[in-house]
Protein backbone atom coordinates (compact mmCIF):
# COMPACT_ATOMS: atom_id res chain seq x y z
CA UNK A 1 0.00 0.00 0.00
CA UNK A 2 1.14 3.43 -0.75
CA UNK A 3 1.13 6.19 2.31
CA UNK A 4 -2.26 7.22 2.72
CA UNK A 5 -2.79 11.01 3.37
CA UNK A 6 -5.80 12.51 5.16
CA UNK A 7 -5.67 16.13 6.15
CA UNK A 8 -8.47 17.32 8.84
CA UNK A 9 -9.35 21.23 9.34
CA UNK A 10 -11.64 22.88 11.37
CA UNK A 11 -11.47 25.71 14.03
CA UNK A 12 -10.62 25.47 17.62
CA UNK A 13 -13.19 23.45 20.01
CA UNK A 14 -14.36 21.28 16.53
CA UNK A 15 -12.72 18.26 17.65
CA UNK A 16 -10.00 17.45 15.05
CA UNK A 17 -7.38 16.49 17.27
CA UNK A 18 -10.22 13.90 18.31
CA UNK A 19 -10.73 12.91 15.01
CA UNK A 20 -6.96 12.66 13.99
CA UNK A 21 -6.16 10.15 17.18
CA UNK A 22 -9.06 8.17 16.18
CA UNK A 23 -7.90 7.84 12.66
CA UNK A 24 -4.38 6.99 13.75
CA UNK A 25 -5.22 4.44 16.56
CA UNK A 26 -6.93 2.59 13.30
CA UNK A 27 -4.35 2.63 11.43
CA UNK A 28 -1.55 1.14 14.07
CA UNK A 29 -3.97 -0.91 14.76
CA UNK A 30 -4.25 -2.30 11.62
CA UNK A 31 -0.37 -2.84 11.03
CA UNK A 32 0.68 0.87 9.30
CA UNK A 33 3.19 3.08 10.06
CA UNK A 34 1.62 6.15 11.21
CA UNK A 35 2.59 9.55 11.45
CA UNK A 36 0.62 12.35 12.63
CA UNK A 37 1.37 16.14 12.96
CA UNK A 38 -0.89 19.51 14.59
CA UNK A 39 -0.82 22.68 12.45
CA UNK A 40 -2.43 25.55 14.29
CA UNK A 41 -2.42 29.14 14.86
CA UNK A 42 -4.66 29.41 17.96
CA UNK A 43 -5.95 25.77 19.82
CA UNK A 44 -8.48 28.18 21.48
CA UNK A 45 -12.31 28.44 19.85
CA UNK A 46 -12.25 30.40 16.91
CA UNK A 47 -8.30 29.78 15.48
CA UNK A 48 -7.99 27.77 12.35
CA UNK A 49 -6.84 23.72 13.01
CA UNK A 50 -5.33 21.94 10.87
CA UNK A 51 -4.12 18.11 11.56
CA UNK A 52 -2.44 15.69 9.12
CA UNK A 53 -2.25 12.07 9.39
CA UNK A 54 -0.62 9.61 6.96
CA UNK A 55 -0.74 5.92 7.04
CA UNK A 56 1.25 3.26 5.00
CA UNK A 57 3.77 0.47 4.96
CA UNK A 58 6.38 3.30 5.30
CA UNK A 59 5.96 6.51 6.84
CA UNK A 60 9.03 9.74 6.34
CA UNK A 61 7.45 12.70 7.72
CA UNK A 62 3.80 13.87 9.35
CA UNK A 63 3.45 16.59 6.88
CA UNK A 64 0.94 16.54 4.11
CA UNK A 65 2.44 18.49 0.93
CA UNK A 66 0.19 20.90 -1.51
CA UNK A 67 -1.83 18.86 -3.85
CA UNK A 68 -1.04 15.38 -2.12
CA UNK A 69 -4.26 14.53 0.34
CA UNK A 70 -6.51 11.90 -1.02
CA UNK A 71 -9.17 13.12 2.01
CA UNK A 72 -9.83 16.06 3.15
CA UNK A 73 -12.10 16.21 5.84
CA UNK A 74 -13.81 19.60 7.14
CA UNK A 75 -15.57 20.16 9.87
CA UNK A 76 -16.58 23.96 8.24
CA UNK A 77 -16.93 24.98 5.15
CA UNK A 78 -14.65 27.87 4.74
CA UNK A 79 -12.43 25.28 6.23
CA UNK A 80 -12.64 23.31 3.30
CA UNK A 81 -12.08 25.95 0.87
CA UNK A 82 -9.12 27.40 2.69
CA UNK A 83 -7.33 23.61 2.38
CA UNK A 84 -8.73 22.85 -1.11
CA UNK A 85 -5.31 23.14 -2.57
CA UNK A 86 -3.78 20.56 -0.53
CA UNK A 87 -5.98 17.76 -2.02
CA UNK A 88 -5.12 15.72 -4.90
CA UNK A 89 -6.98 16.10 -8.48
CA UNK A 90 -8.35 12.94 -7.46
CA UNK A 91 -8.86 13.59 -3.56
CA UNK A 92 -12.35 13.84 -2.17
CA UNK A 93 -13.55 16.30 0.17
CA UNK A 94 -16.18 15.37 2.57
CA UNK A 95 -17.58 19.01 4.28
CA UNK A 96 -19.69 19.56 7.28
CA UNK A 97 -22.13 22.13 5.63
CA UNK A 98 -21.84 24.31 8.97
CA UNK A 99 -20.22 28.05 8.84
CA UNK A 100 -18.32 29.83 11.69
CA UNK A 101 -17.70 32.89 10.99
CA UNK A 102 -13.94 34.29 11.36
CA UNK A 103 -12.81 36.93 13.27
CA UNK A 104 -12.75 39.04 10.30
CA UNK A 105 -15.90 38.22 9.37
CA UNK A 106 -17.22 39.26 12.79
CA UNK A 107 -15.45 42.31 12.88
CA UNK A 108 -16.71 43.47 9.39
CA UNK A 109 -13.12 43.22 7.76
CA UNK A 110 -13.88 40.59 5.83
CA UNK A 111 -17.05 38.78 4.08
CA UNK A 112 -17.73 34.76 4.63
CA UNK A 113 -17.56 33.86 0.99
CA UNK A 114 -20.75 33.00 -1.24
CA UNK A 115 -21.41 29.46 -3.05
CA UNK A 116 -18.42 27.46 -1.16
CA UNK A 117 -20.08 24.11 -1.31
CA UNK A 118 -20.83 24.69 -5.23
CA UNK A 119 -17.16 25.82 -5.93
CA UNK A 120 -15.68 23.02 -3.78
CA UNK A 121 -18.49 20.64 -5.93
CA UNK A 122 -16.73 22.05 -9.20
CA UNK A 123 -13.39 21.07 -8.06
CA UNK A 124 -13.30 17.70 -6.55
CA UNK A 125 -15.19 15.14 -6.06
CA UNK A 126 -16.96 16.45 -2.50
CA UNK A 127 -19.16 14.75 -0.01
CA UNK A 128 -21.36 17.31 1.70
CA UNK A 129 -23.30 16.35 4.93
CA UNK A 130 -25.31 18.41 7.72
CA UNK A 131 -22.93 16.82 10.58
CA UNK A 132 -24.13 19.59 13.00
CA UNK A 133 -27.77 19.09 12.38
CA UNK A 134 -27.80 15.60 12.49
CA UNK A 135 -25.64 15.94 16.10
CA UNK A 136 -28.31 18.01 17.28
CA UNK A 137 -30.60 15.84 16.15
CA UNK A 138 -29.20 12.74 18.32
CA UNK A 139 -29.42 15.33 21.33
CA UNK A 140 -25.39 15.16 21.43
CA UNK A 141 -23.97 18.34 19.18
CA UNK A 142 -20.26 18.10 20.56
CA UNK A 143 -20.34 14.28 18.16
CA UNK A 144 -20.84 15.86 14.77
CA UNK A 145 -16.69 15.83 14.17
CA UNK A 146 -17.99 11.41 14.58
CA UNK A 147 -20.51 12.36 12.06
CA UNK A 148 -18.02 13.58 9.61
CA UNK A 149 -15.98 10.87 10.14
CA UNK A 150 -18.37 8.35 9.58
CA UNK A 151 -19.08 9.72 6.67
CA UNK A 152 -15.67 10.21 5.11
CA UNK A 153 -14.35 6.22 6.92
CA UNK A 154 -15.59 5.40 3.16
CA UNK A 155 -12.54 6.86 1.57
CA UNK A 156 -9.81 5.35 3.86
CA UNK A 157 -9.78 1.41 3.47
CA UNK A 158 -10.75 0.55 6.86
CA UNK A 159 -13.89 -2.08 7.82
CA UNK A 160 -16.62 -0.01 9.26
CA UNK A 161 -16.56 -2.62 12.84
CA UNK A 162 -12.95 -2.08 13.24
CA UNK A 163 -13.66 2.00 13.17
CA UNK A 164 -16.38 1.38 15.75
CA UNK A 165 -13.67 -0.77 17.81
CA UNK A 166 -11.00 2.22 17.72
CA UNK A 167 -13.99 4.88 18.52
CA UNK A 168 -14.72 3.01 21.70
CA UNK A 169 -11.18 2.61 22.98
CA UNK A 170 -10.73 6.65 21.81
CA UNK A 171 -13.31 8.63 23.16
CA UNK A 172 -13.63 9.33 27.02
CA UNK A 173 -16.24 5.57 28.74
CA UNK A 174 -19.05 7.87 29.04
CA UNK A 175 -19.68 8.85 25.41
CA UNK A 176 -18.81 5.60 23.95
CA UNK A 177 -22.62 4.57 22.76
CA UNK A 178 -23.07 8.32 21.27
CA UNK A 179 -20.15 8.39 18.93
CA UNK A 180 -21.19 4.86 18.04
CA UNK A 181 -24.66 6.21 16.82
CA UNK A 182 -22.67 9.84 15.56
CA UNK A 183 -20.41 7.71 13.43
CA UNK A 184 -23.03 5.35 12.21
CA UNK A 185 -25.01 8.07 11.11
CA UNK A 186 -22.48 9.98 9.38
CA UNK A 187 -20.96 6.15 7.76
CA UNK A 188 -24.84 6.29 6.09
CA UNK A 189 -24.29 9.68 4.76
CA UNK A 190 -21.30 9.00 3.33
CA UNK A 191 -22.70 6.42 1.03
Not at 16 to 38: H, P, Q
Not at 119 to 126: C, I, P, S, V, Y
Not at 166 to 180: C, F, L, S
Request: charged letters at 25%.
Amino acid sequence: MSVKNIMIVGVGGQGTLLTSRILGNLAIRAGFDVKLSEVHGMAQRGGSVVTFVRYGEEVAEPIVEEGCADVLIAFEKLEALRYLHFLKSDGVVIVNDWRIDPITVVTGAARYPEGILDTLRAARKTVIVDATRKAVEMGAPKAFNVVVLGAAARYMGFEKEDWLKVIEATVPPRTVEVNRKAFESGYLMGA
